[in-house]
């Protein structure tokens, strides 16, 4: 390949399998970050989609207030040249890691396979499309209502963990724990609507990008694995290794 290698953006819906994808794509040699969370977003990428967030008084369960920036140059000019400022020098250190930084240090320009996943993507992808115009895209789709849902289910479970704990921290740490995940999506109504939201981000990305996005149905992956594997792994230039496939899509059957 000619050239730095664009990355793999992964978006989605957020309870919608954008974590297992993103877990059989590392294991068929997409790096997807050094440091990454319990959901395997990598901390950097996740902290500058938090970062673009705030500043339009947006947040991933309420992420309607990030449609003004797209009409707004001024403001898409100011949140680019701060992300193409976060990409340089030594701040990737966070994605790389030290050895990896050494030789990545200039503005992500490698020839290793590589991308993030974080739901956030699914609305702020026409800002890193402009630092990376060659991008490829992979959108992972799962049915509405499951995806309410499971959101339910997680607000549930947080819930009953914090019932028996203290809700506040001791000084000097100041932090009060999460009583939900969000009060937006505590319904399937509310999460039926937020997931809306996201998939008429994802369909409009999806039409403008053309065959540079792979659509993916979550249903599909978990019921053909291998195929699904296969066309993922071709379409983001990863090994195709029969035996390696099977022996990722086989885990994802266990899991």
Same mark, same amino acid.
């Given at each position: 390949?000619?050239?730095?290698?664009?990355?793999?953006?992964?978006? %989605?819906?957020h309870r919608?399998?954008?974590?297992?994808?993103?877990?059989?794509?590392? /294991?068929?040699?997409?790096?997807?970050?050094?440091?990454?969370?319990?959901?395997?977003?990598?901390?950097?990428?996740?902290?500058?989609?938090?970062?673009?967030?705030?500043?339009? &008084?947006?947040?991933?369960?309420?992420? &309607?207030?990030?449609?003004?920036?797209?009409?707004? !140059?001024?403001?898409?000019?100011?949140?680019?040249?701060?992300?193409?400022?976060?990409?340089? %020098?030594?701040? %990737?250190?966070?994605?790389w890691g030290?050895? &990896?930084?050494?030789?990545?240090?200039?503005?992500?320009?490698? #020839?290793?396979?590589?991308?993030?996943? $974080?739901?956030?993507?699914?609305?702020?992808?026409?800002?890193?499309?402009?630092?990376? =115009?060659?991008?490829?895209?992979?959108?992972?789709?799962?049915?509405?209502?499951?995806?309410?849902?499971?959101?339910?289910?997680?607000?549930?479970?947080?819930?009953?963990?914090?019932?028996?704990?203290?809700?506040?921290? =001791?000084? =000097?740490?100041? /932090?009060?724990? @999460?009583?939900?995940?969000? =009060? #937006?999506?505590?319904?399937?109504?509310?999460?039926?609507?937020?997931? $809306?939201?996201?998939?008429?981000?994802?369909?409009?990305?999806?039409?403008?990008?053309?065959?540079?996005?792979?659509d993916l149905?979550?249903?599909?992956?978990?019921?053909?694995? !291998?195929?699904?594997?296969? @066309?993922?792994? !071709?379409?983001? $230039?990863?090994?195709?290794?029969?035996?390696?496939?099977?022996?990722?899509?086989?885990?994802?059957?266990?899991?």
């Open positions: 390949m000619n050239g730095p290698r664009p990355p793999v953006i992964i978006i %989605g819906m919608s399998g954008t974590s297992m994808v993103t877990r059989a794509l590392e /294991q068929l040699g997409l790096f997807v970050g050094w440091r990454k969370d319990d959901n395997n977003e990598a901390l950097f990428f996740f902290r500058l989609n938090e970062w673009m967030f705030r500043q339009a &008084g947006a947040s991933w369960d309420r992420p &309607g207030p990030f449609a003004a920036v797209f009409g707004d !140059e001024t403001m898409i000019a100011m949140l680019t040249r701060a992300l193409d400022e976060a990409l340089s %020098g030594g701040r %990737g250190i966070e994605f030290a050895r &990896g930084l050494l030789r990545f240090a200039r503005r992500f320009e490698t #020839h290793r396979p590589w991308g993030w996943k $974080d739901p956030r993507n699914t609305i702020t992808l026409p800002i890193w499309l402009r630092l990376f =115009p060659s991008a490829k895209v992979v959108h992972v789709r799962r049915h509405g209502l499951d995806v309410a849902a499971s959101l339910v289910s997680r607000n549930t479970a947080i819930a009953r963990k914090r019932r028996g704990q203290r809700l506040c921290m =001791p000084f =000097p740490l100041l /932090q009060m724990r @999460r009583l939900w995940v969000s =009060p #937006h999506v505590n319904s399937i109504e509310g999460g039926l609507q937020l997931w $809306d939201e996201y998939m008429r981000a994802a369909e409009m990305h999806a039409h403008q990008l053309g065959s540079r996005v792979i149905k979550y249903e599909d992956f978990l019921a053909e694995p !291998e195929a699904t594997l296969g @066309r993922l792994a !071709e379409f983001c $230039d990863l090994t195709r290794d029969d035996d390696t496939i099977s022996r990722v899509a086989a885990a994802l059957r266990v899991g």
